[in-house]
């Protein structure tokens, strides 16, 4: 088979994954491009499912469905579609076949389309002529076409040779049967990598519940730990060169500290020797500045291989330390990447992107740029579809491994996912391995957070809510706890004309909604393990909630039925609920980008109201929209543009929630003081303070009390699992 080829006015092109009509091109996987070529060979004839399967996924077991997949992929590429089969044709319980003529490219040496051939009619829909004719009128093969068909063939073989590189048909299964705590302390360690030689773990720990952090180094065979950053500050994952004498990680200033500009991650390097000396400050080597970074990684050739965003998407590139320069490595124009992770064994970077289908996929990339292969990732019923997946590689196998919480998977580089066996039950995650690949880090330890329920006259005497003018600050000796108990729980909300509370908890060792009038907690949904919630909101008439689950929007009753609402893409953030008009705001995640919108449950329309990214966001009871951006700026929609509260600016503190209450909005500050801003009267006050030392923001508020979800314990410890033997 030829490797580029004519398709009416469609080029292919199998060496580029491309193909392109009036210069526009688009990269189709391997898998679906390989389908349109064994298509193109048997041009007009009607190919199986099990040919077709059989030819493109050889000695692999897929679901039905990859093939549709790839089917659908290739049709919209075409401009086709299911109704109108003008290219690629469904033959009911048969197959399906290319409806076309092919035009072979005679021209092995050029690379690019750069005009449709002038005899090209496309004519899909004429009668099919005698195969035994056109076989009979086949001109013979000339000089250039038999050098085509010997390229064709080399190309074949180093595909086969490529796949069978990227993939391995007998991986053993990863089993684990031993635990040990590594950092047993009341702190809060993260981010813990092996050094290169395996000899250290080197980690993050937190000060105190702040979000300011240093790095730490522990022998793993004298159990010291030595302190490696000087000062405390907000650092980010850390990667060493390959030879160990270096770490690289992202710093920025605490995170407790007012935000007056765009936050600003810094590339830094540490001299891990010359710090395991004494504690050492970050060296500077790339200061941002009209961009964000994220997740810096050595690459063996000494540069750093890190994501970064310009606009609203992420792309790969690589950062030369000596040259001082970058190079694009990978991106999408149409979908975002999420995550990626390196082999230094194999010099082979993974990337984890989401494609215009809303989908998520697995490209597997050498660190010249060069795409070997882009699959879908086939989540298995265990994992959701909206779930982010943050791999790391395997070192003993060609394979990669992420964690869910309570479960662990691998993810082969054609994009199958498969859950390991796991005899622990506490949720861990951030797996990374032992250079030896027979051991692996994972953090565990789960947060415990409470729901505190306080009076509002404990904390003033003078407030909106009670319309006195004067306000007189109090503070009280304890909050109250509401349904306490040892896990982490939080978000409570009061139910509309009732006496009930609803909020999240992990009490039952699951992500799960509840609620409670005080005598007692009920469970309320029994979401799947590993069900992630992020926002509920109450009906009007108290009746039920709608819950973000897994970034699916589900109506939960009080009598534990549920009703989903199937949608088109993905949630990330849910923030109000109007049970009358049945709108919800939310950040959608569209071709893996993030927009804040209003979405219509009962026609699926969906509003962009920014293109800001937005932290938090309520309408008040007369239908004006508040919502405060990750500079942690209040706006309100104007009649021309957003306008800025800016009595706000200095004031309200980077609290994470706000409510709105009789047109007035709420939150608690840095200082831990309660304020209120009334939107009719424009009139900013601090109505008491919180309880010293306590850290926890403003969930909901009535005439009487407020809830708020208080850190208890930020404690989260590094762990060793061993591979059995």
């Not at 080829?5 to 092109?13: A, H, L, N, R, S």
Request: hydrophobic share 35%.
């Amino acid at each position: 088979m030829a490797v580029q080829y004519w398709i009416g006015g469609f080029f292919v092109d199998s060496s580029r994954n491309q193909i392109t009509q009036n210069k526009q091109s688009q990269t189709i996987t391997p898998k679906a491009l390989a389908v349109l070529n064994y298509l193109a060979e048997n041009q007009r004839k009607v190919v199986s499912h099990e040919a077709l399967l059989a030819k493109v996924w050889q000695d692999t077991v897929v679901s039905p469905n990859t093939l549709q997949r790839n089917i659908a992929q290739l049709r919209k590429a075409l401009g086709d579609d299911g109704k109108v089969q003008v290219y690629i044709k469904t033959h009911a319980k048969q197959g399906y076949s290319l409806e076309c003529d092919v035009r072979w490219h005679d021209n092995s040496d050029s690379t690019e389309p750069h005009s449709s051939p002038e005899n090209v009619v496309e004519e899909p829909h004429v009668s099919e002529i005698n195969s035994d004719t056109r076989t009979a009128n086949k001109p013979k093969p000339s000089i250039g076409a038999l050098r085509q068909t010997l390229i064709a063939a080399g190309m074949i073989i180093l595909a086969i040779i490529g796949t069978m590189y990227l993939t391995s048909k007998q991986i053993p299964p990863l089993t684990f049967d031993k635990l040990r705590s590594l950092t047993a302390t009341d702190d809060k360690e993260f981010n813990a990598s092996y050094t290169p030689d395996g000899k250290y773990i080197i980690f993050h720990r937190y000060l105190d519940k702040q979000c300011i952090n240093k790095l730490w180094a522990k022998n793993i065979s004298t159990q010291k730990e030595t302190q490696l950053t000087k000062e405390w500050g907000a650092y980010g994952r850390h990667s060493f060169s390959k030879d160990g004498k270096k770490l690289v990680f992202l710093a920025t200033k605490a995170c407790n500290e007012p935000v007056s500009q765009k936050r600003c991650y810094n590339l830094v390097s540490l001299d891990f020797a010359k710090a395991l000396e004494s504690p050492k400050q970050p060296s500077l080597i790339l200061q941002c500045q009209n961009s964000q970074v994220m997740n810096p990684i050595w690459l063996n050739n000494n540069d750093v291989a890190l994501l970064q965003k310009n606009s609203d998407r992420w792309k790969l590139i690589s950062y030369s330390i000596s040259k001082n320069k970058s190079t694009d490595l990978y991106e999408l124009k149409s979908g975002n990447l999420i995550d990626f992770a390196y082999s230094v064994r194999d010099d082979l970077i993974a990337v984890i992107s989401i494609h215009n289908d809303d989908q998520q996929y697995i490209e597997m990339i050498k660190p010249d740029g060069q795409v070997l292969s882009s699959h879908l990732i086939e989540h298995p019923p265990e994992l959701s579809k909206s779930h982010p997946i943050y791999p790391k590689f395997d070192p003993l196998n060609k394979q990669l491994i992420f964690s869910t919480g309570r479960q662990l998977f691998t993810l082969s580089y054609d994009g199958k996912v498969d859950k390991i066996s796991f005899p622990f039950s506490e949720s861990m995650v951030g797996p990374e391995f032992h250079p030896d690949g027979k051991r692996l880090l994972m953090i565990r330890g789960p947060n415990d957070s409470d729901i505190a329920l306080l009076p509002l006259r404990k904390i003033t005497e003078a407030s909106p809510l009670t319309q006195n003018k004067q306000t007189q600050l109090k503070q009280p000796q304890s909050y109250s706890s509401f349904e306490r108990s040892t896990r982490e729980e939080g978000g409570a909300i009061f139910q509309p004309g009732g006496e009930l509370i609803a909020f999240w908890s992990e009490r039952s060792g699951e992500h799960q909604l509840w609620i409670s009038d005080g005598t007692g907690p009920q469970q309320l949904s029994s979401f799947p393990i590993d069900t992630y919630m992020t926002g509920f909101y109450w009906a009007a008439d108290g009746n039920s909630l709608l819950v973000n689950a897994d970034g699916v929007l589900t109506q939960v009753f009080l009598d534990s039925s549920q009703k989903s609402f199937p949608m088109e893409h993905p949630i990330v953030k849910f923030f109000q609920w109007d049970s009358k008009n049945n709108t919800a705001l939310l950040t959608l995640r569209i071709k893996g980008v993030l927009k804040f919108v209003q979405y219509n449950l009962n026609n699926s329309e969906i509003k962009e109201i920014t293109d800001k990214k937005v932290k938090w966001a309520f309408k008040s009871e007369d239908g004006r929209l508040i919502y405060k951006d990750y500079m942690d700026q209040f706006w309100q929609p104007g009649p021309a543009e957003a306008q800025r509260i800016k009595v706000l600016d200095k004031n309200a503190g980077n609290g994470k929630t706000f409510v709105i209450k009789d047109n007035v909005i709420f939150a608690i500050n840095n200082e831990n003081q309660l304020w209120s801003y009334d939107l009719d009267n424009d009139v900013f006050k601090i109505l008491g303070e919180i309880t010293k030392g306590v850290v926890g923001h403003l969930t909901d508020i009535n005439k009487t009390q407020f809830l708020m979800t208080v850190v208890v314990s930020a404690k989260t410890e590094v762990v060793e699992l061993s591979l059995s033997e």
